[in-house]
């Protein structure tokens, strides 16, 4: 039910319908398995459950393409064992460091690609003078899992009570921003985490300010590629904004707990951007940016140099290569000839 089935479709491609037989006996009989995310049987149609009876009979491995950046602390996810994984493609010299301490599983295996992540091909600066407020969520702020992490989550009536609603329904409607914005010609788009998503009819609305739920037809490469520039507390989503040599401000609010476990980036001395604790203090300096025409400081354009191993548009096809690679190796230990 997708723009993006729909989009394949039309490309000539061949999608498989999520959960359909099809889908269940190609992943069975796959030989490689390219994810975004961990835990492969769940997101192939495989409960923990039903997941029991087939795990004996798959003979594939994986290569994780990201779907944020590895520079956490995410042993409980991305541990080499849980999903095989034989090939991890990094952005940076500094996942590499991090997924290669003790806890991930991957020293002494050549599993650590720094090949440069494929969606950041298609991050060419569109700017269409938007400020983006794309914040992360809390768990305690949503209601349970009831299917799968897929879908999104049920309204939560409870949710405008929270301290987290408050601090951000304040500063959308901070007199102060919305004046200096529509003073500079600049819109500003609220992008609700997708699993908050449910919630977007509890923030108050105004006319400068759009609140956009990440769900449905939502292209992130377009709301991205068309931004001046991105507040975050902690998104992933901050690397591809970077990645552009776009500003980036951070807002840490003292009212809210961190929602971050330090790996190997930290945010006073390898961050983007400022960082801000208060509601004031960031939009003076949200001011300053659109006054200014959003333009990343050199300070934070060298950290972004440091950080990244590549800013061209070539990390699909070294990726790509690499999994040749791979399934060449596959071939020969399955004992395939060019005839079978």
Same mark, same amino acid.
């Given at each position: ?24 006996? *190609? ?43 590895? *520079? ?23 996942? /590499? ?70 601090? /951000? ?41 759009? *609140? ?87 300070? /934070? *354009? ?39």
């Amino acid at each position: 039910d997708t723009s993006d089935y729909r989009n394949l479709k039309k490309d000539g491609y061949k999608p498989l319908v999520n959960g359909s037989l099809m889908h269940k006996l *190609v992943f069975m009989n796959s030989d490689l398995l390219l994810i975004t995310n961990s835990h492969l049987f769940p997101f192939n149609g495989y409960t923990k459950e039903t997941s029991k009876y087939i795990r004996g009979l798959c003979n594939f491995t994986s290569m994780c393409l990201q779907h944020g950046l590895s *520079v956490q602390q995410c042993a409980m996810a991305q541990k080499r064992i849980i999903d095989n994984t034989t090939g991890y493609f990094l952005a940076s010299k500094y996942e /590499y460091e991090n997924l290669s301490k003790h806890a991930y599983g991957y020293q002494g295996f050549d599993i650590l690609k720094v090949t440069g992540i494929a969606r950041y091909d298609g991050l060419i600066n569109n700017d269409k003078k938007q400020i983006l407020l794309s914040p992360t969520w809390r768990m305690y702020n949503a209601l349970p899992v009831r299917t799968s992490e897929g879908e999104q989550r049920g309204y939560n009536p409870e949710f405008k009570y929270t301290t987290y609603f408050k601090v /951000y329904n304040d500063l959308i409607n901070h007199k102060r921003l919305i004046e200096c914005a529509k003073e500079t010609g600049y819109k500003i788009k609220f992008l609700l985490h997708p699993i908050l998503s449910s919630q977007a009819e509890d923030f108050t609305p105004n006319p400068e300010l759009e *609140v956009i739920p990440s769900v449905g037809n939502l292209s992130y490469e377009k709301i991205l590629t068309e931004s001046s520039l991105m507040v975050t507390d902690y998104s992933g989503v901050q690397f591809d904004f970077a990645y552009m040599r776009k500003p980036v401000v951070y807002f840490h609010p003292t009212e809210l707990p961190a929602h971050y476990e330090d790996g190997i980036f930290f945010y006073d001395t390898m961050g983007f951007g400022e960082i801000c604790t208060k509601t004031e203090q960031l939009v003076d300096l949200l001011c300053e940016y659109m006054r200014s025409g959003c333009r990343m400081k050199d300070k /934070y *354009v060298e950290r972004a140099d440091d950080f990244f191993a590549y800013k061209d548009h070539n990390n699909c096809e070294r990726i790509y290569q690499e999994i040749l690679k791979a399934q060449r190796q596959i071939d020969h230990d399955k004992m395939r000839t060019d005839e079978s």
